[in-house]
């Protein structure tokens, strides 16, 4: 399929921004944000979680809440706080959240059929 990025912005409690370029990972459950990025905005942790990897390694991170801003839509989202070295990731919580879905066909983010039931 590809490597898909989008440019996005988050934005902290007090309303500090920081403009990261997202890897969209259909894998990942929760965003990622690199730990430069997280500490710029103001976000604290609120509770360690354990992920796993995919290469079945198991790690525990602290998850935060941010804003986020893409080109497709903006909303509040809870976010894995990466430590140093870890990139900018765009997981499926957030695009649920934002009502998109990753078409991989030709590699962009597009409204998600919605189903109330």
């Known amino acids: 399929m590809g490597l898909v990025f989008v440019e996005g912005t988050v ?3 007090a309303g500090r921004q920081a ?3 997202f890897l969209v990972d259909g894998g990942a459950t929760y965003t990622l944000l690199p730990h430069d ?3 710029s905005i103001g976000l ?4 360690p979680i354990r992920c796993t990897l995919a ?4 790690i525990e991170r602290q998850v935060s809440e941010c804003h986020i801003a893409l080109p497709q839509g903006e909303g509040h989202t809870p976010v894995i706080l990466g430590e140093p070295g870890d990139e900018a990731l765009l997981g499926t919580v ?3 959240v934002l009502g998109l879905v990753l078409n991989p ?3 962009t983010l ?3 059929r919605m189903l109330l039931a």
């Open 105 to 107: 066909f030709n590699r």
């Open 11 to 13: 934005s902290g409690p």
């Open 110 to 112: 597009q409204p998600m």
């Open 55 to 58: 290469d079945g390694t198991a």
């Open 94 to 96: 957030t695009l649920e």
């Open 44 to 47: 604290a942790p609120k509770r």
């Open 19 to 21: 403009a990261l370029r």
């Open 37 to 39: 990025a997280w500490r």
